[in-house]
């Protein structure tokens, strides 16, 4: 009985903990925090509209990896203050603003093409001689126009931007850009615990992989339900029962 008990075990917990192994920290990811984990799962993307690998990012791999992120991951994004300027402040705001409306995904790709043009999504380096592109953001005005293009008056935007909730993000994400110690961007912090080691990651699959693997299996949540528990040694006992079974019919 002992190999059938085994061998039941493991299918169970096998799928639980086949990432697990493949992922080294120090390598893969770096604990940046002695604190307590976030309340719940969560992905934070750390970036800036003004960075070409963040455009690229966006454009191309976000959207998979939002969409195969385990379900119980929440997502967050905030801008960095690099620039540490007027303009800077200005921009920053901006996706506040944004994360107050409906068309995220649009106006986040309006301003980023704005700043960088659209030849920016892929990648393309602005900054690389004979291709350089003249950011059409230079002031809150300019912002506003980019936002006007979606149904968004000045006088909404000016309210947004001027809010006491947009006051308060710009407060929190500067200090968890000192926190998190972010010096480059787009930078992915899992349950405000972890950083992900983007140079030691070859594929966008194992990107989201270790993701999920930081956020709910490394340090599991405690369960909600007393019945996650009961109900995972029920599935083992089963299993184990319908093995026993078949060795003695057999």
């Not at 407060?171 to 961007?185: D, G, K």
């Not at 912090?189 to 693997?213: F, G, M, P, Q």
Request: charged share 20%; hydrophobic share 40%; proline share 3%.
């Amino acid at each position: 009985m002992i190999k059938p008990i085994a061998l039941a075990v493991a299918l169970i917990v096998a799928p639980f903990s086949t990432f697990a192994a493949n992922f080294v920290e120090g390598t893969h990811y770096t604990q940046i925090s002695d604190k307590a984990l976030s309340s719940e799962p969560k992905l934070t993307e750390f970036f800036s509209f003004y960075c070409h690998n963040c455009f690229n990012m966006e454009t191309n791999y976000l959207p998979d990896i939002k969409a195969n992120l385990n379900k119980s991951i929440a997502f967050d994004s905030k801008h960095v203050d690099f620039m540490n300027s007027a303009l800077g402040t200005e921009v920053m705001r901006s996706l506040a603003v944004i994360q107050d409306l409906d068309n995220k995904d649009a106006l986040t790709h309006a301003m980023f093409a704005a700043i960088q043009g659209e030849e920016g999504a892929n990648g393309h380096d602005h900054s690389a001689p004979g291709h350089k592109h003249e950011s059409q953001i230079n002031s809150r005005d300019d912002i506003k126009q980019v936002f006007a293009k979606f149904g968004i008056d000045a006088a909404k935007y000016d309210k947004l931007a001027d809010s006491k909730s947009t006051e308060e993000k710009l407060a929190l994400w500067r200090a968890q850009q000192n926190q998190f110690r972010i010096e480059s961007v787009p930078a992915f912090i899992v349950n405000d615990k972890y950083a992900v080691n983007l140079s030691s990651i070859r594929t966008l699959d194992e990107l989201i992989s270790l993701i999920n693997y930081l956020a709910v299996e490394k340090d599991p949540q405690p369960a909600k339900s007393s019945g996650g528990s009961l109900n995972w040694l029920f599935l083992a006992f089963a299993a184990v029962f319908a093995l026993s079974r078949q060795t003695r019919l057999s």
